[in-house]
């Protein structure tokens, strides 16, 4: 835990915790979050705890059936159309800050760090390729059949 994180910003993060098991935030629990708490949950953590969430959110998602991953997509389409424009513009203007925050981090990483973020993102396509190879013919064709209905979603 970061001893430099503000006790004010910490008691929503325990109160969190306590209320359910160490490691049990699934991606629901965390997007139920005020943006405040997310971060402040998110801040509460080392890297590496950081790094294993997020491997174990995209696990999640990656388990997904079909059905859970449009009931997924639904229910974040709704929420955009909810938003008013001014909202939505402000969203917008976010994920451009964030990416422009992405490129600085990127920027400002050492050629070795670099290497190792390159050398986990080949690391989860070789997972990703062994479970394809890994499929029957009609199950890489369900899958192919499933993805090209995602895209035209």
Known sequence: MNLKTPLATLVPVLALLAAAPA???????????????RRAYLESMSEDERRAKREEWRNELDNMSDEERAALKEQRRAAWDSLSDEEKAAKREEMRSKRGEMRERWDAMSDEERQEHRERAQARKEERRARRDAMSDE?????????QERRNQ
């Open 23 to 37: 490691g049990a935030q699934s991606i629901d629990d965390v997007e139920a979050l005020s943006p405040e708490d």
């Open 139 to 147: 199950e890489r064709e369900a899958a192919r059949a499933r993805m």
